[in-house]
């Protein structure tokens, strides 16, 4: 599967970010559109495998699907650049500034909307029949799936913000997880493996994804679903936006670099069998060129 050994891919993910923040605003609006309308045809894709076979962890399987394809074309999400671009701050890298990282934040949130926006459009259309007729089993599904977690949680006031947030918490620590793994391989079905399962526990746990509720919430308003564009922002999109970001950068961003990239070396005296272990130092290998770092 030719692995890539951790400090080799701490560096990668670091490079990934640097190239995020200097990548064209032309780009980085394609790359991130691109990104929110496939992942949003996954989260549609899954739904209707559940609705149509009563097996939600069927669907949960397949849904990494569309998590793979946009990352192997290059395609990025607001969940991923929360994770990798900060990484390039924190490494100082030259011309890297906290405005540059705001940037691509806010390039890549407005890319993705606007993607899975326009997906929501074409499946409320696909699920009236133009809107000529009542939603489909799937259309109902979604309506309920935004009532659910929107009301639902508001139902329970600070308590049920706090489940929102750590649900967007633990979500991203997956998906994140995800979004390194396709960097532990340099093969294609190495990346597809280790994309496929953080991202499935992801899906089949109900954690909040900021870019799949972009397509999940608004399909659901549009299908007659009983919560309103308030209830979807203040009741999810922002919290998950806000437990995403913690998620990603503590549990997966910052874990890793602290651990495989800015390792300390040993201290203390060396076992008395190996005298050379105690000046060995556990740096890890070089960091890889720039060309070896999928953006």
Same mark, same amino acid.
């Given at each position: 599967?030719?692995?890539?050994?951790?400090?080799e891919?701490?560096? *990668?993910?670091?490079?990934?970010?640097?190239? *995020? @923040?200097?990548?064209?605003?032309?780009?980085t609006?394609?790359?991130?559109?691109?990104?929110?309308?496939?992942?949003?045809?996954?989260?549609?894709?899954?739904?209707?495998?559940? =609705?149509? +076979?009563g097996?939600?962890?069927?669907?949960?399987?397949?849904?990494?699907?569309?998590?793979?394809?946009?990352?192997? $074309?290059?395609?990025?999400?607001?969940?991923?650049?929360?994770?990798? =671009?900060?990484?390039? #701050?924190?490494?100082?890298?030259?011309?890297? +500034?906290?405005?540059?990282?705001?940037?691509?934040?806010?390039?890549?949130? =407005?890319?993705?909307?606007?993607?899975?926006?326009?997906?929501?459009?074409?499946?409320?259309i696909?699920?009236?029949?133009?809107?000529?007729?009542?939603?489909?089993? @799937?259309?109902?599904?979604?309506g309920?799936?935004?009532?659910?977690? /929107?009301?639902?949680?508001?139902?329970?006031?600070?308590a049920?913000?706090? %489940?929102?947030?750590?649900?967007?918490?633990?979500?991203?620590?997956?998906?994140? !997880?995800?979004?390194?793994?396709?960097?532990?391989? /340099?093969?294609?079905?190495? *990346?597809?493996?280790? $994309?496929? $399962?953080p991202?499935? @526990?992801?899906?089949?746990?109900?954690?909040?994804?900021?870019? =799949?509720?972009?397509? #999940?919430?608004? +399909?659901? &308003?549009?299908l007659?679903? *009983?919560?309103?564009?308030?209830?979807?922002? &203040?009741?999810?999109?922002?919290?998950?936006?806000?437990?995403?970001?913690?998620?990603?950068?503590?549990?997966?961003?910052? %874990? #890793?670099?602290?651990t495989?990239?800015? !390792?300390?070396?040993?201290?203390?005296p060396?076992?008395?069998?190996?005298?050379? $272990?105690? +000046?060995?130092?556990?740096?890890?290998?070089?960091?890889?060129s720039?060309?070896?770092?999928?953006?």
């Amino acid at each position: 599967m030719a692995y890539v050994t951790p400090a080799e891919f701490a560096a *990668k993910m670091i490079d990934a970010g640097e190239a *995020k @923040v200097f990548m064209s605003t032309r780009d980085t609006l394609i790359r991130s559109f691109m990104a929110g309308a496939i992942l949003a045809l996954a989260a549609a894709f899954a739904v209707t495998i559940t =609705v149509n +076979t009563g097996q939600p962890l069927l669907g949960a399987l397949l849904f990494p699907v569309g998590f793979c394809m946009l990352y192997l $074309m290059g395609f990025d999400l607001l969940t991923g650049v929360f994770t990798l =671009v900060p990484l390039a #701050l924190i490494d100082r890298r030259p011309g890297v +500034t906290a405005r540059g990282v705001l940037r691509n934040w806010g390039l890549v949130f =407005v890319g993705n909307f606007a993607g899975a926006l326009v997906v929501a459009v074409f499946m409320a259309i696909t699920f009236t029949a133009g809107f000529s007729e009542d939603p489909n089993p @799937v259309g109902q599904k979604l309506g309920q799936i935004g009532e659910s977690r /929107t009301v639902g949680y508001a139902a329970h006031g600070a308590a049920g913000m706090l %489940t929102l947030f750590v649900r967007a918490v633990m979500c991203n620590w997956m998906v994140s !997880t995800g979004v390194v793994g396709a960097m532990m391989s /340099t093969s294609v079905s190495g *990346k597809v493996i280790s $994309m496929w $399962m953080p991202i499935l @526990v992801f899906f089949y746990m109900g954690f909040e994804h900021s870019i =799949v509720n972009m397509f #999940l919430f608004p +399909t659901g &308003l549009m299908l007659g679903g *009983k919560f309103t564009w308030a209830d979807y922002f &203040l009741w999810n999109e922002i919290p998950t936006v806000v437990g995403n970001l913690v998620g990603g950068l503590t549990f997966v961003g910052a %874990t #890793l670099y602290a651990t495989h990239h800015r !390792t300390a070396p040993a201290r203390g005296p060396a076992p008395a069998a190996d005298p050379a $272990m105690a +000046t060995q130092d556990y740096r890890g290998s070089e960091a890889p060129s720039r060309d070896e770092c999928l953006v």
